[in-house]
């Protein structure tokens, strides 16, 4: 398994912007599809956004298509998520996960066996 740590959560208004990393470690960083998942107040786990171990490939939720964007760095052992036009909606407790890159791009949470700990966006209305 890779150990990972997400940061870059915090406080902003509606509109605003955020940008979270999830830094890997442990084992060769582009061999792992990566996601981003979310946990909103009173709320199940839901995926937000995938990408291949490569960076070639991506799926987004429909909730968040247009305003995230996913990317990746290899050579950092980092994984990104740029936040625009935030809404109250997106608050949540942001998670990031891995799985084995041969299995493909998935959105469902039992597939995926690394995660992190979780940071916490806060969107103010």
């Known amino acids: 398994q890779v150990q990972l740590v997400e940061s870059g959560g915090g406080l902003v208004q509606a509109g605003g912007s955020l940008r979270l990393s999830c830094a890997a470690s442990?084992?060769?960083?582009?061999?792992?599809?990566m996601a981003w998942f979310r946990r909103a107040p009173g709320k199940e786990r839901e995926f937000v956004v995938g990408?291949?171990?490569?960076?070639?490939?991506?799926n987004y939720a429909d909730s968040v298509k247009g305003r995230f964007t996913i990317s990746r760095d290899n050579a950092k052992n980092t994984m990104y998520l740029q936040m625009n036009i935030l809404k109250p909606e997106d608050t949540a407790v942001y998670y990031c996960?891995?799985?084995?890159?041969?299995?493909?791009?998935?959105?469902?949470?039992?597939?995926?066996?690394?995660w992190g700990q979780g940071t916490q966006v806060t969107v103010s209305s």
């Open positions: 990408i291949s171990g490569s960076g070639g490939a991506t």
């Open positions: 442990g084992r060769t960083f582009s061999y792992y599809n």
């Open positions: 996960a891995a799985r084995p890159d041969y299995y493909g791009l998935s959105n469902r949470q039992a597939d995926f066996n690394s």
